[in-house]
């Protein structure tokens, strides 16, 4: 009687276990590797972009090779989660001496060599013209789109669209693109075209200018 408790209690955890072909390893250490392989997958919290994603982040161990080394015939391996540091999107409201309104902003691509953010939003202009805007006083809406891109550790392309609109068919718009070149770790080449179109009552005037700079960095 006391016998065939005692096995069913002790016999119960081995039981579903599949020993695994290891005939130089004790048995003892089979039975740990096979409870191992049962154990669910841990994942690591890291932040990193704002989207999660799996990565592999523990190699394989070896004898000759630094790293977790597995039981037998289990490999060691791993994914884990990264998480955003901060929101994708915004929203706040703003006064100032010549336009007051609120706006929203969304980051849509925020990776270490390519940011692009957008901003919609909709205000009462108070005098014309200041801030990049339209001619006229009164409601408008506003919409903006920035974009950097780097290529390698010396270069960086980055442009800013404006657009500003508001009644009788005035609008605003500046386009802003610059391309930062490091020569040199204290010497970088800036060079920029910008160009700004108002619109009012139908008619439209263009301006674009361009420079070229070399900036040295004391």
Known sequence: MWAAWWFAVIGQPLSPLTLLETPDQPLAV??????MSSLPTCYSLVCGDAEWSNRDFLEVGRADKEGPQPLPGQPVSGRRLSAPPSSRDWMDSYAKDWRVGARYGVAAIRRPQTQVSVVFGTGYRLQPWVDDGVGTTGPVARASLDFTQRFGDRARWSQQVQLETGRDRSSFL????????????QVTLKSGVETRRAESGGNATTET??????????
């Open 30 to 35: 089979a039975v740990e590797a096979a409870r």
């Open 174 to 185: 500046r386009n802003a693109i610059s391309l930062d070149i490091e020569l040199r770790p």
């Open 209 to 218: 200018e361009g420079s070229v700079k070399l900036q040295y960095a004391f």
